[in-house]
Structures are given as structure tokens and as C-alpha cells.
């Protein structure tokens, strides 16, 4: 269980400073970048899953990055669902995407 939080709140410091150093990002502040990593985190584990399940053979086809294009819809739909954390177009939701899910699957590794 301490696993589970100490992920969370490093992958809200990573959203939280993707925010402030990346142009296109804008967050109100730790406390929203937390409820994003919980939000983005449920969304992966429900819908996430589904999608990667379904998308099996593009994944195989594109060597894993149809992945990447996943997680960039998931990020988007978390920003949709959050009214505290905005980007600002799909070249941005990408990048983040990709910082993101490199950082998520480093955590998994390392806790």
C-alpha cells in the first residue's frame, strides 16, 4: 500500500513539473497535479486496459508505439475530466504523454 502512494505522489511531482516547465501545460497547483495522478492512473487501469487489449495486434505492428498514441488519449480524456489542469493541443498531450508514461513504467520498475 505504500508502494501505491509513494508512486502516486512522484508521478504527481513528475505532472507537477512537466506543468510548470513545459509551455502548454497549466495546472493550479500540487494538489491538482495529485488528483490528476490518481484520475490518469484509474483511467489506465479501467479504460487503459480495455484499449491496449483491443489495439493488441497495432502494438505488435508498430513495435509498441501505438502505445504512446493511447496514453496520449488517456492523458487527453484526463484533461477533459480535470476543469484545474488544461493543455493545449495534441502535439503538447503527446510530449507529456510520452514523459509520463516513461516515468510511470521507471516507478513500476524501481517500487
Avoid: C, R
Amino acid at each position: 500500500m505504500i508502494n501505491v502512494i509513494i508512486h502516486l505522489a512522484l508521478l504527481a511531482a513528475v505532472i507537477f513539473f512537466l506543468a510548470k516547465s513545459l509551455p502548454g501545460i497549466y495546472i493550479e497547483g500540487f494538489g491538482t497535479a495529485v488528483i490528476v495522478a490518481i484520475v490518469y492512473g484509474l483511467i489506465n487501469i479501467t479504460l487503459g486496459t480495455v484499449l491496449k487489449f483491443l489495439s493488441i495486434p497495432f502494438i505488435i505492428i508498430s513495435v509498441g508505439i501505438f502505445l504512446l498514441i493511447i496514453n496520449t488519449f488517456l492523458l487527453w480524456l484526463t484533461d477533459q475530466l480535470i476543469e484545474d489542469f488544461e493543455i493545449e493541443n495534441m502535439g503538447t498531450t503527446f510530449i507529456a504523454a510520452l514523459v509520463i508514461t516513461m516515468s510511470d513504467t521507471l516507478l513500476a520498475v524501481i517500487l
